[in-house]
């Protein structure tokens, strides 16, 4: 079992940064692939980005350039800096966990948290 907890999240206005973080418990975090996913209102859950057990990165061609994932295995917790953002930013972000590697598929991840509210104003 994993509990996901995540933080961070706020009103900024366009073009500027917010940073999310995800505090996960377990002591098997290690083997987890780790996402963020946002959901605004009227849309289907889309995925923003994603680090591999293995270290590898995917992200979201919408956020690519702009957001960064990592991840500190020590610390059992992954975070998500956003930085130029956009009115069409503006979400509800949601950390997950996956034990399948090499996915951004909502319905293979395995655990989530329970969202944190992002607005960008313009």
């Known amino acids: 079992q994993v509990q996901l907890v995540e933080s961070g999240g706020g009103l900024v206005q366009a073009g500027g940064s917010l940073r999310l973080s995800c505090a996960a418990s377990?002591?098997?975090?290690?083997?987890?692939?780790m996402g963020w996913f946002r959901q605004a209102p009227g849309k289907e859950r889309e995925f923003v980005a994603s680090r591999w057990s293995g270290g590898n990165t995917y992200y979201a061609d919408s956020v690519k350039g702009r957001f960064t994932i990592s991840r500190d295995n020590a610390k059992n917790t992954v975070n998500l800096q956003m930085n130029s953002l956009k009115p069409e930013d503006t979400a509800v972000y949601y950390c997950?966990?996956?034990?399948?590697?090499?996915?951004?598929?909502?319905?293979?991840?395995?655990?989530w948290g329970q969202g944190t509210q992002v607005t960008v104003s313009s």
């Open positions: 997950a966990a996956s034990t399948i590697s090499y996915t951004a598929l909502p319905s293979e991840f395995d655990y």
């Open positions: 377990g002591r098997t975090f290690s083997r987890y692939a």
